[in-house]
């Protein structure tokens, strides 16, 4: 039987954040400590010297993952860690990390001798595809195109196995970017070569528009979901904005002072690339309140100058 701590007896609320090292954690942990909570982390095992509070763990390491979340005492569980690099060549570990190292947490969660009050699982609104509808919302049906995305409704699917015994919130985050995200995607990648006053840049389909949130708004909207922990509900994060990536050339040339010539690599034209990708934020600010949406060109300007 789950023994629940009473408040009157409890510590400072505590928080684990998975893939703290990463792009988004490292704003989700801020946001986080920011609201009143000691929080931990999680990192990649292969981090050597991770910093105090938190803990480098292989995630398909199930022993590991039972023996080490058993003796946290957590509040609220935010799930980031993830293979989230769409074109990242190693299929088998996508799934293993994204679906068997879910999966090894919420067995964690749910044999540890106390439950928390939330657990927030990062999906994707890479598992919506090519829809044809606009703006996509929870209901859409999903239709994903590569592996990135089916892993991920995989593991949204396997997580409803643990819903009736754990407080499971998912959330599918559209695209978004901020000072720190990996060169590899597009958005940095762009930036840089502004940075580096390049005149050429060589990018896959220029035919595609995408839904694009700042990293900090993602991050608050993490915040207000462990606040309010709607349990059992799927919630897209987004801006409800499409920017195409002529748009963002633009904008990045008004930034810079000067203007960039792209040119198509074949090699970097993913097959079924999902070409339009704009979200509904409805349902999310029906249960938390109107959205501040930092502009485009602020969250550019912030790269660029950062």
Known sequence: MRVTRPTDEAPRKRALVTGIGGFTGRYVAAELSAAGYDVIGLTHAGDATPPEGVHAIDLCDRDAMISLVGNLRLDAVIHLAAISFVAHGDADAIYRVNVVGTRNLLEALDRA??????????????????????????????????????????????????????????????????????????????????RRRDTHIELGNLRVWRDISDVRTVAKCYARLVELAPTGEIFNICSGTAHSLEDILEQMALIAGYRITPAVNPEFVRANEVTRLVGSRARLESIAGPIEQVPLGQTLGWMFNG
């Open 113 to 194: 001798p106390t439950s928390p009050r939330v657990i927030v699982l990062a999906s994707s609104a890479n598992v919506y595809g090519n829809a044809t509808v606009e703006p996509i919302t929870e209901q859409t049906p999903p239709a994903p195109t590569n592996d990135y995305a089916v892993s991920k409704l995989a593991m949204e699917y396997m997580a409803r196995l643990w819903m009736d015994r754990l407080p499971i919130v998912v959330t599918r985050p559209f695209n978004y970017t901020g000072v720190g995200q990996d060169p590899r995607f597009l958005i940095p990648k762009i930036v840089e070569h502004f």
